[in-house]
T-cell receptor, first 112, second 112 residues
Framework: DADVTQTPRNRITKTGKRIMLECSQT?????MYWYRQDPGLGLQLIYY???????NKGEISDGYSVSRQAQAKFSLSLESAIPNQTALYFC???????????FGPGTRLLVL | SQQGEEDPQALSIQEGENATMNCSYK?????LQWYRQNSGRGLVHLIL?????REKHSGRLRVTLDTSKKSSSLLITASRAADTASYFC????????????FGSGTRLLVRP
């Protein structure tokens, strides 16, 4: 869905490097989420934000940080990447009061 | 740990047949949603069923919910090759409003 975009789409990095994944949305939603998907598994919630001043940890926040720069932008950082952070990363949005989430196309991250 | 477990993990059927996927969960929910993921892409919302509903239809999709058994099923009728994808159930639990917990998914292959 072009309403939720993620950059980069693919990234290869080395252990110990800092990396930032970016998410932008034009849906006007106030809620944004970052998920991680490992091969053959479902999604796990890393962080979520219900508005610009509200950021919360999800199930697997260790090793990650986030920044909500504006209503439309939510960035995920890996301060010091490690190989077991190799995964697909998805950003999602939802409208306040609505349950459905809308997903970006994903970023495939490989940490060597 | 994940809230939902899906069964089967993989399903292969012939075009035109019906496909049934099951999801079991552990704690009380506000609603249960089904999402579809084409290979390596973002998830797309299919259908939502609330805890006070027992059955819902949307086109060729039929979802049932049995809160006493903490289980749901997704039926795709008259399957098409284009239905080939992974299907995930996601629950919004009563103590985590607007956060979704995903199952591990069912990989569906529809053979032409």
């Amino acid at each position: 869905d072009a309403d939720v975009t993620q950059t980069p789409r693919n990234r290869i990095t080395k252990t110990g490097k800092r990396i930032m994944l970016e998410c932008s949305q034009t849906k006007g939603h106030d809620r944004m989420y970052w998920y991680r998907q490992d091969p053959g598994l479902g999604l796990q919630l890393i962080y979520y934000s219900f508005d610009v001043k509200d950021i919360n940890k999800g199930e697997i926040s260790d090793g990650y940080s986030v920044s909500r720069q504006a209503q439309a932008k939510f960035s995920l950082s890996l301060e010091s990447a490690i190989p077991n952070q190799t995964a697909l990363y998805f950003c999602a949005t939802s409208e306040s009061g609505k349950e459905t989430q809308y997903f970006g196309p994903g970023t495939r991250l490989l940490v060597l | 740990s994940q809230q939902g477990e899906e069964d089967p993990q993989a399903l292969s059927i012939q075009e035109g047949e019906n496909a049934t996927m099951n999801c079991s969960y552990k704690t009380s929910i506000n609603n249960l949603q089904w999402y579809r993921q084409n290979s390596g892409r973002g998830l797309v919302h299919l259908i939502l069923i609330r805890s006070n509903e027992r059955e819902k239809h949307s086109g060729r999709l039929r979802v049932t919910l049995d809160t006493s058994k903490k289980s749901s099923s997704l039926l795709i009728t008259a399957s098409r090759a284009a239905d080939t994808a992974s299907y995930f159930c996601a629950t919004e639990t009563m103590d985590s409003s607007y956060k979704l917990i995903f199952g591990s998914g069912t990989r569906l292959l529809v053979r032409p």
